[in-house]
């Protein structure tokens, strides 16, 4: 076992391992890190196991940081690929019973495979992965195998997550967990043709007057259930909460009193739109606009406790979001368990591109539990619809 190991700037690759006496090999933690031919080569070996890993080429171009041939079982389980230089992340090929789970793609060309089971793969299963919206995990193998099923009854027959989505009912929603506190005059608008997100089927929160709190989260202690974790295989989370801006108040052209808060808070942290930066407590997570931020900008909130506060800058090929009425987003968070490495990516639904990602280490106290917020604070800056399509967290295993 190679446990917080780091194989990096090698000639070859980061780690090879080739034939039948190369078993039972199991790399938990650390980096493959820029290695010339690429993170690691497996071939023709038995139980190999990569978990909760940082894997990343800045430097090579390289056709798969990953090369896994011939060899049964093989996982990749909660790792972190940073793909900005690759063609993709891993290519099995001829493997059985390979499996890929809860794993973080990042900086993948839109459109393209993050990773490849070839045709001769048996049994290949993956599921609750983090891929980047247009992006794909391709499986060429056989897709008549009774074992691709059977995750499925296990992830809902242990399922410890929270589901929030929007109902034409009184109540205005239907969720899967504990009960969302919710704040705002709800109205379910139809879906409509149009480029400003406007087909996203929402029921929308809207103000009633100035320094409201509008949207959606969850306020018990005993809902507060995501943390980062502090011991091997402990915490780790997935987030996500497909949104719009039905009506954002005062002018999107300069400062204005609206905030933004999208993410996971302690119960001690209170309602985050309501605070600037500077004043929240507690702890929380998230994307974040603070009332003195200018045009179009949101960043990503970290508050450690009773420590820091830090506002992490999100950063795009892309260009940047746009805060303003009519535009809709997908904010992603991805923790691994117990690695204190929060990989953050917001998607404009408006034009399909990742128009902000951003990996904030070590900003979070390891034992704190937090539970969602999806909320708009308005402040004095005028009327405000916040439009929410969904909202999920689940633990990261």
Not at 198 to 211: E, I, Y
Not at 313 to 337: H, K, R, V, W
């Amino acid at each position: 076992m190679f446990r917080d190991c780091t194989f990096n700037l090698n000639s070859r690759y980061g780690v090879e391992l080739a034939g039948s006496g190369m078993e039972g090999n199991q790399f938990i933690g650390g980096n493959m890190e820029d290695n010339t031919f690429g993170a690691a080569q497996v071939v023709s070996t038995n139980i190999t196991i990569f978990k909760g890993v940082d894997f990343e080429s800045t430097v090579f171009p390289i056709a798969s940081l990953l090369d896994l041939q011939g060899s049964s079982p093989i996982t990749l389980e909660d790792c972190n690929f940073n793909c900005s230089n690759l063609t993709r992340a891993f290519f099995f090929q001829s493997c059985t019973n390979a499996k890929v789970h809860g794993c973080f793609f990042a900086g993948i060309t839109v459109g393209t495979a993050v990773g490849l089971f070839d045709a001769n793969c048996a049994r290949a299963t993956e599921w609750e992965n983090v891929v980047a919206t247009g992006c794909f995990i391709e499986n060429r193998g056989p897709k008549n195998d009774p074992n691709l099923g059977r995750m499925f009854q296990n992830n809902l027959g242990q399922f410890t997550g929270v589901l929030w989505l929007p109902s034409a009912a009184g109540t205005g929603d239907q969720s899967l967990g504990p009960i969302w506190t919710k704040t705002g005059t709800l109205a379910q608008p139809t879906p409509t043709v149009s480029r400003l997100s406007g087909w996203l089927k929402r029921t929308t929160f809207a103000s009633s007057g100035a320094s409201q709190e509008i949207g959606v989260k969850q306020t018990a202690n005993s809902d507060c259930a995501f943390w980062v974790g502090d011991s091997l295989s402990y915490g780790g989370f997935y987030f996500a909460a497909t949104f719009r801006l039905d009506t954002y108040g005062g002018s999107a052209g300069a400062t204005n009193s609206t905030r933004l808060f999208v993410g996971l808070a302690s119960n001690a942290a209170g309602a985050v739109c309501l605070l600037d930066s500077a004043n929240v407590i507690g702890d929380a997570i998230g994307l974040y606009r603070d009332s003195n931020d200018l045009v179009n900008v949101v960043r990503v909130l970290c508050r450690k406790g009773s420590g820091t506060t830090a506002k992490r800058a999100l950063t795009s090929t892309n260009g940047g979001p746009i805060i303003d009425s009519g535009q809709g987003f997908l904010f992603e968070m991805f923790c691994p368990p117990n690695s204190n490495r929060v990989n953050c990516v917001l998607t404009s639904l408006n034009t399909g591109l990742i128009v902000g990602q951003v990996t904030c280490t070590n900003d979070m106290t390891t034992t704190a539990f937090m539970a969602p917020q999806v909320e708009v604070g308005n402040g004095t800056s005028g009327a405000c619809t916040l439009g929410i399509s969904n909202v999920y967290a689940a633990p990261a295993r």
